[in-house]
């Protein structure tokens, strides 16, 4: 223990005295290890912001859209939800303590006073803000007999409370949607941004009954709906029930594919993932690439300088280390400077990731995790191209080393 | 028991197909405390018999004590310990570390010692006011003339207490008076109890040692 510790002070000793081979060696390795970090840390924002959605999404609720998936990705909803869907859901899943129906309409034009604005508008219960975890922050939720009355009333968006009504309080305001007088009984809490730049927080929510009678004309369908339920651990075999009694309801043929489209936490983690996927991947293989260089060159300055320090080899072996000493020397300089350029390579790492943060929004999340992975790839790079040059150095005989 | 016991030593090197043999039946005694020159001109095999005195190689056949020991038949590690307790080398070159200080290279043969801190500093500090280098201590190798670096070598070589000072050329990088001054350490080496060993081709060096071995053609001639 004692002899190893004396070796290692011969190895800091070397790294400290050949710095030319240090500085290169440590600037490689540690390009290699920040575009790692950054990667590792990347994946980390990435789930981290998807959970965070999920969170806030409820991690105890579906959403039922209209339409399939083919329908979806043209962007063209169905409506194929019917209120009476809506009731049977209520009736059949005892643990869904919260079914609210959905109908929703872009661009509609609302104004306040000369101030016109293309806004979204969403038709609900009572329910809406409890169902999506989005409290009131001024004045009050609309009600049950709002809705029952089919009343103009409306609940507004931070966004388009700021855009329409400025620094006026929006409370007890009349707005016109196209060209019904709505009254504004609260204002919603800032939503922010959905990672694909939706903003949340532009929008007007009624009750469904006066959108579907007043704006849509519409007795039966609605856009979707939102349940949520008692118990989150069941919530995927809640899927596949929905799934089912859906179809069944809708009649739909066993190789008929479904007309709508259930949205569970699961696949928001997946879309996420997926979004920030790809830019992680080829940053990976440019990081991983990186690395390798890095051991290309570690390894090949390591080679010259063994050669360059055969006599050194040889003074040593002759008053006598064994070969073990000198392999456990070299070695200990490979691992120390790598270790170091990881050490480099994460501080690196923090400064890239601010850049990226600011330039692309990009959601990185530091933790141990990119820490310790960044050092052990670093401790990897070390010992697996120290390696051969060491064991050549130890295996130098000793008169021929000494002969230089 | 002599200190160093050759008994029919024959080192043959492979070059190829051909076989080239260097020492051709060694026999040769060296008593502990003597001072011996072993000469001969380049080519004679005096340079591979110093190294497989010294253990750094080992003779292809026949049998060499050192110490009390069977050399020919130990492992690389084991060749290793005995060069670190027995031998204490001191090479034409110098062969000091460019970028460790003269105190850190007189200690190099302490690290490759197994037993905890025995004030080797200290010690090594020591030897080289024994030398006459006490205020070179915090040198590097560059910085000093060729004289003064021999005796750092010296204090390096005595560093571990060895039996045996085996050197090899110690003043075929120096000018003569230089020369005198080195001979001198390592005869006060030797009357200070030291066996020393000279290998050189120079009759002047040879001169300092109490007998001298003339090697030719890889034998010892009489």
């Known amino acids: ?404 | 028991m002599p200190l160093c016991l050759l008994d029919d030593i024959r080192k043959t090197y492979k070059m190829g197909d051909v076989a080239i043999e260097v020492l051709r039946g060694i026999h040769l005694q060296v008593e502990q405390g003597e001072f011996v020159a072993i000469m001969g001109t380049s080519g004679s095999g005096k340079t591979t018999l110093m190294n497989i005195i010294g253990c750094l190689d080992v003779a292809t056949s026949g049998r060499y004590m050192l110490a009390d020991r069977e050399i020919s038949r130990l492992s690389d590690d084991e060749l290793s310990v005995i060069r670190n307790e027995h031998i204490g080398f001191v090479f034409q070159n110098f062969y000091l570390l460019p970028y460790a200080t003269v105190l850190e290279n007189v200690l190099l043969p302490s690290l490759y010692i197994d037993k905890r801190r025995d004030n080797f500093e200290q010690k090594a500090a020591g030897l080289l006011q024994t030398v006459g280098l006490k205020e070179r201590i915090k040198f590097k190798p560059p910085q000093l003339s060729g004289g003064e670096q021999q005796r750092v070598a010296i204090a390096r070589a005595l560093m571990n207490d060895p039996d045996l000072l085996l050197t090899d050329e110690p003043t075929g990088q120096l000018d003569s008076k230089t020369a005198v001054e080195i001979m001198d350490l390592l005869a006060q080496m030797n009357r200070d109890g030291k066996t020393v060993i000279v290998i050189t081709h120079d009759p002047n060096i040879a001169a300092y040692a109490g007998r001298t071995v003339r090697i030719q053609d890889g034998v010892i001639m009489q």
């Open chain 1, 1 to 404: 223990m004692h002899r190893l510790l004396k070796i290692t002070f011969q190895s800091i000793h070397a790294i400290w005295a050949f710095k030319l081979r240090t500085v290169f060696c440590l600037i490689s390795v540690a390009l290699g290890i920040a575009s790692i970090t950054v990667i590792v840390a990347a994946t980390e924002g990435a789930y981290q912001k998807a959970f965070e959605i999920v969170g806030r999404f409820g991690p105890d609720a579906l959403l039922v859209f209209g339409g399939g998936e083919e329908a979806r990705a043209t962007g063209q909803r169905q409506k194929t939800i019917t209120l009476d869907d809506i009731d049977a859901v209520k009736q059949s899943f005892y643990s869904a303590y919260l079914v609210v129906p959905m109908t929703s309409m872009r661009d509609i034009q609302v104004s306040y006073k000369d101030k016109k604005y293309q806004t979204l508008i969403v038709g609900s219960t009572s329910d809406y803000s409890q169902v999506w975890t989005w409290p009131v922050m001024q004045g009050s939720d609309f009600t049950g007999e709002d809705v029952k009355g089919l009343r103009n009333v409306g609940l507004i968006g931070q966004f388009l409370a700021a855009e329409l009504f400025g620094d006026e309080d929006p409370v007890g305001k009349t707005i016109l949607v196209r060209r019904i007088p709505v009254q504004i009984v609260g204002v919603l809490s800032e939503r922010g941004t959905t990672p694909t730049g939706n903003r949340l927080d532009d929008r007007v929510i009624m009750p469904i009954t006066t959108i579907m009678r007043k704006l849509q004309n519409e007795t039966k369908y609605v856009s979707a709906m939102r349940i949520r339920f008692l118990d989150q651990q069941n919530l995927y075999t809640y899927v596949d029930e929905m799934r089912s009694f859906l179809r069944k309801r809708h009649r739909l043929h066993q190789e008929e594919p479904d007309d709508f489209t259930i949205i569970s936490p699961r696949e928001i983690v997946k879309f996420l993932v997926a979004l920030t996927g790809s830019l992680v991947a080829f940053l990976g293989v440019t990081g991983l690439i990186a690395l390798i260089v890095a051991g290309f060159v570690l390894a090949n300055l390591f080679l010259l300088s063994v050669r360059e320090r055969t006599k050194e080899i040889g003074i040593r072996r002759a008053t006598g280390a064994k070969k073990r000493d000198i392999l456990i020397q070299f070695l200990g300089e490979s691992v120390l400077i790598t270790t170091l350029g990881g050490l480099c390579g994460f501080l690196l790492a923090l400064v890239a990731a601010r850049l990226l943060m600011s330039i692309a929004q990009f959601p990185i999340h530091f933790s141990w995790k990119a820490f310790v992975i960044g050092l052990l790839l670093s401790w990897a790079v070390g010992i697996g191209f120290g390696l051969q040059p060491a064991n050549r150095a130890a295996n130098l005989k000793p008169i021929e080393a000494i002969k230089g």
